[in-house]
């Protein structure tokens, strides 16, 4: 075996992004995912208004459906539809990520499939779920980060509320709904039949609220916005030095008392309002402050050096180029040379689980829209003739 999910085959009928990263992530591993696409215009990100590479290519879409091969299908059409059943045969699991309903329009619910394939493992990511009283509302990142609270404790105390720089929402529910679909997988082993996994950006947002929900039980009081520090440990944030930020993270009393051993603060560890993690985070402000004066000296580098030294977690703030460019990440291989047919040598992010037998890879870039329709029509049966007449009705492209 080369790849651990190499026997897995997935229907991907998602678009944007959580349902594509979602199904990426299996493709990394090693499934034959098959993008299904609609006919004329493919995945929404292949048009949307965004950063274009010198050949017209979508940088957003090649970054999150590498590892598929791309059909074009018309699924209102009778023959599209009855196309798509005939991959759902031979397929384990579909992914969607409709705005609820929309599914069932098309023919292509649970189900319905289901009765085709009993084995089928189906895959839902929305923005509330498919039950629920939001449960036919459409949804984005940015309205799951809202409603869920990330907003409210995203940003500066006393600044607007903001969004998580990274679309955490999307993501997370792509990376449970993997999680769904390889439970769902190990399940059918033992019971041979498949079954409905239904995630939302909104569940998802909510799940990783972990320390925020438990301020709230806890204290009975909703957490408000406290910048880059933690919520229950001190010092845990980033604090001034003479040329920038550095990001420190002592929360331990072993690594608080080497913090302020390498600054050569002895008087803070005997200090009674930093005499514990507890009192340190309630003396949060005037901690940060004591440590700035200090902090503030030297320069960041000068710093982390000192501080690594002395086995203190620290890191500086640095932006996409620099982090991307650092030897360490290209020691890790978390940024790839891939070759594309038209755009050349494109970059793409490595795969962050590294599995020792069967390692993650990248086999393929992402597919042109209709780029393996024909293969895929052949493999389920179709001959040439029929393909031609497909397409001349405009059920693939
Ligand atoms: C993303 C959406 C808001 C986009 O809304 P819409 O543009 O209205 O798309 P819909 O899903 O409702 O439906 C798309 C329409 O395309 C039709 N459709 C789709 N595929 C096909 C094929 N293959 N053939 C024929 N027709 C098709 C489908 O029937 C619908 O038409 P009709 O049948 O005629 O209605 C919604 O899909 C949604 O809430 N999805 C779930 C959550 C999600 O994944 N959100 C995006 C995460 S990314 C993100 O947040 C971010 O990047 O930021």
């Known amino acids: 075996m080369t790849f651990a999910l190499e026997n897995l085959t997935v229907l991907d009928l998602t678009q944007v992004m959580a349902g594509p990263y979602c199904c990426q992530l299996l493709g990394d591993l090693g499934a034959d995912v098959i993008k299904v696409e609609p006919v004329g215009r493919g995945d929404a990100t292949r048009q949307a208004t965004g950063h274009r590479l010198p ?10 459906n590498r590892n598929k091969r791309g059909i074009a299908l018309d699924l209102k059409s009778e023959a599209g539809r009855e196309t798509f059943y005939r991959l759902v ?22 189900p319905t499939l289901r ?28 309205i799951a980060q809202a409603m869920s609270g990330i907003m409210s404790v995203t940003g500066d105390a ?73 919520r229950v440990n001190a010092p845990y944030e980033a604090l001034p030095t003479r040329d920038g930020h550095l990001t420190i993270g002592a929360n331990n009393e072993r690594l608080w008392q080497r913090l302020c051993a390498v600054l050569e603060r002895p008087e803070l560890p005997a200090d009674e309002r930093f005499a514990t993690n507890t009192d340190r985070v309630r003396h949060r402000v005037e901690l940060a402050g004591e440590l700035a004066r200090t902090l503030r000296t030297r320069d960041t580098e000068e710093w982390a050096e000192l501080l690594l030294e002395a086995g203190v977690p620290v890191g500086p703030i640095r932006d996409y180029a620099q982090s991307c460019a650092d030897p360490h990440t290209l020691a890790r291989e978390m940024v790839l040379e891939l070759e594309h047919p038209t755009e050349g040598t494109v970059r793409s992010l490595g795969v962050p689980v590294k599995l020792s037998g069967t390692p993650a890879g990248v086999r393929r870039v992402a597919p042109g829209l209709g780029e393996h329709t024909d293969e895929l029509l052949r493999a389920t049966g179709r001959s040439d003739e029929e393909i031609r007449a497909l397409r001349a009705e405009g059920a693939v492209e």
């Not at 709904?177 to 997988?185: D, E, F, M, N, Q």
Request: net charge negative.
């Open 115 to 142: 009765e085709r394939n009993e084995r089928i493992v189906y895959a839902s990511i929305s923005g509330f779920g498919q039950t629920g009283p939001y449960s036919q509302r459409a949804g984005y990142d940015l």
């Open 158 to 230: 006393g600044g607007p509320p903001t969004k998580s720089g990274v679309p955490v929402a999307d993501l997370s529910a792509g990376l449970f709904c993997a999680v769904g679909i390889l439970s769902a997988c190990l399940s059918r082993a033992a019971t041979g039949r498949g079954q409905a996994v239904d995630t939302s950006l909104y569940d998802a947002a909510l799940a990783l609220s972990i320390w925020e929900t438990s301020e709230l039980w806890a204290t009975g009081r909703a957490p408000g916005r406290l910048g880059s520090a933690h």
């Open 55 to 64: 050949h017209g290519e979508s940088a957003a879409f090649l970054a999150v």
């Open 89 to 110: 045969d031979e397929a384990d699991v579909v992914v969607e990520s409709f705005r609820p309903g929309v599914a069932a329009r098309l023919g292509v619910d649970y």
